[in-house]
Structures are given as C-alpha cells and as structure tokens.
C-alpha cells in the first residue's frame, strides 16, 4: 500500500546512454513532481504535473523529458546520460489546494552515471 | 523570488539536549511553511506544517511557529533521541507558482 513509488531504486548506467524511471501515486493526487538531489543533499524541483498537464519547467537540460500518462503517473526519461546526471531523483504529489497541498514523497532513485 | 534560508549543518546533539535549527523565509505572498525530514536512504517525509501567521505546527515533540514579523519558522525539540538523526528541511509553498521552495538541509546528529 505505498503511496508514492519509483522504480528503479538504483540505476547505474554509462555515459550516453537513455534511461526512464517511473513514479506512480495511489493516494489520488492531482499534482506530481521531480525534484533532483545532489551530493550535497540540495533539492531542486525539475517538472510539475497538475492534472497531467506541465505547470512547472524548470531550466533542465532538454534531455530531460517528463511524460505523465495518466494523474496517477509520470515517467522521466533521460537522453544521453553525462556524469553530471548522477544524483537521486524524488518523485512527490500533493493537491494545489492551499490546505492539501502537503507533498508525498517516493523512496528515491539514485541514478549513476559511469 | 521566494526563498528560503536555514542554518547550515552539521548540528551534533548529546541526547536530551535542546534542539533549534533556524529557518527565515521571503516571499511576496502568503505562503505555508513546513518543516520535512530526510531519514538516510529515504524520500522525504513531512514533520509539521503551518498555513498561515501565528500557526503552530507540531509533530512527534517538534514544534514550529509562523512568525509573519520576523518571516521565520524555526523547528525547536526539548529533548533529542538518537532516532532523530536525519537531515532536516524547511520549505515553503509558492500559491501563486504551485512551487515548493526548499532550504538547504540541516544535518542533525544525535549522540548516545
């Protein structure tokens, strides 16, 4: 009964190559999100989805291309991985509601880049 | 923009000792503040939040008050356990941009 799930939850992969991770809510939130973490434990949000429409886009490299299929997911897909990849990646949701907007958190993904 | 600024870390404790890490804020609106913590290994998890001016917030023996005059929500426990130890966030939500704007972390350290 996870809330908010990724997969994987490890990626080591080579330089130059294209990987996605996945993120999946059940708690039937309207709103879902990627943030980076770096070495230094600093997060930075990249995309966010209101009702699987794009609401947040950060300055990300386009590289990076979020795709959310449905309210309850949304994938990263990462082209022609560099080393400077190599972070853990959250997925959250949360409502946009002033009250509700508390945000759910995924385990993480740590992505390595060789 | 808005932004966010805590204490830098690391903070070690000795076990029921007191604990305050600071966090100040600007925003031109009315944002809600929370306070989220990051267990090793894991996403993080929120600890307490305020939505808006002179709201406590509390969880688990942490407390945190919305102080419109000084912008601040700094996080406070009497006591520190060793199952404390975890890095902690303070953040604030941007109604007007959808965005959360996150501190920096502070790492806590509680020794036995």
């Known amino acids: 009964d996870t809330a908010v799930s990724q997969t994987p939850k490890y990626l080591v992969t080579q330089m130059g190559n294209d990987k996605s991770i996945k993120c999946e809510q059940n708690l039937g939130h309207d709103t879902m999100y990627w943030y980076k973490q770096d070495s230094k434990k600093f997060l930075k949000i990249m995309f966010s989805y209101n009702n699987k429409e794009l609401i947040i886009n950060e300055t990300v490299p386009n590289r990076f291309s979020p795709k959310s299929p449905d309210k309850a997911h949304l994938n990263l897909h990462i082209n022609s991985l560099e080393l400077g990849d190599s972070a853990v990646y959250f997925c959250?949701?949360?409502?946009?509601?002033?009250?509700?907007?508390?945000?759910?958190f995924g385990p993480g993904t740590r992505l390595t880049v060789l | 923009g808005d932004s966010v600024t805590q204490m830098e870390g690391p903070v070690t404790l000795s076990e029921e000792a007191f604990l305050t890490i600071n966090c100040t804020y600007t925003a031109t609106g009315y944002p809600s503040l929370f306070w989220y913590v990051q267990y090793p290994g894991e996403g993080l998890q929120l600890l307490l939040k305020?939505?808006?001016?002179?709201d406590k917030g509390s969880n688990k023996g942490f407390e945190a008050t919305y102080r419109k005059e000084t912008t601040s929500f700094h996080l406070e426990k009497g006591s520190v356990q060793v199952s404390d130890s975890a890095v902690y966030f303070c953040a604030l939500s941007d109604q007007g941009t959808y965005k959360y704007i996150f501190g920096t972390g502070t790492r806590l350290k509680v020794l036995a």
């Open positions: 959250a949701s949360s409502h946009l509601d002033r009250e509700t907007d508390t945000q759910y």
């Open positions: 305020a939505t808006k001016a002179d």
